[in-house]
Structure formats: C-alpha cells, structure tokens
C-alpha cells in the first residue's frame, strides 16, 4: 500500500481525526521519499515523525477495544 492508497483508505474510513494512523501517513511518505534525502535530511524528518508519536502518549488508553 502506498501512502495515496493509505490516505484514501483514511478518508473512506473517516479516520482522519485519528493522529496515530496520520503519523503512519507520514511514515509512508517519508519512506516513499527516502532516495531523495539526504542521510542527515532523512534523519530529522524520521526524529520529527518520531516526537510527535511520543507527544501522543497513551492515547489508547480507555479506547482499547476501540483500536485494537
């Protein structure tokens, strides 16, 4: 799945609002996009990626059967 595919995929499931399936989103781009960065560009894009999944916290909290 690519990251059109996975943004369709988002949307037809009205899960846009769900920011844990959005920083899979950029995950899959910055993937796609990967041959075109530098190591260092790469680097500090997956490092932003990765702070904003740790400022989501336990967001799945009291929503488990929700999520998994």
């Known amino acids: 799945m690519d990251?059109?595919?996975?943004?369709?995929y988002l949307e037809a499931t009205d899960s846009i609002s769900k920011p844990w399936l959005l920083?899979?989103?950029?995950?899959?781009?910055?993937?796609?996009?990967?041959?075109t960065?530098?190591?260092d560009a790469y680097a500090n894009e997956l490092q932003d990626i990765y702070q904003d999944l740790m400022n989501l916290g336990?967001?799945?909290r009291g929503v488990e059967h929700e999520v998994f």
Do not use: T
């Open 3 to 8: 990251s059109k595919d996975l943004a369709q």
């Open 37 to 39: 960065l530098s190591e």
């Open 23 to 35: 920083v899979q989103l950029r995950l899959k781009k910055l993937q796609e996009r990967q041959s």
């Open 58 to 60: 336990e967001w799945w």
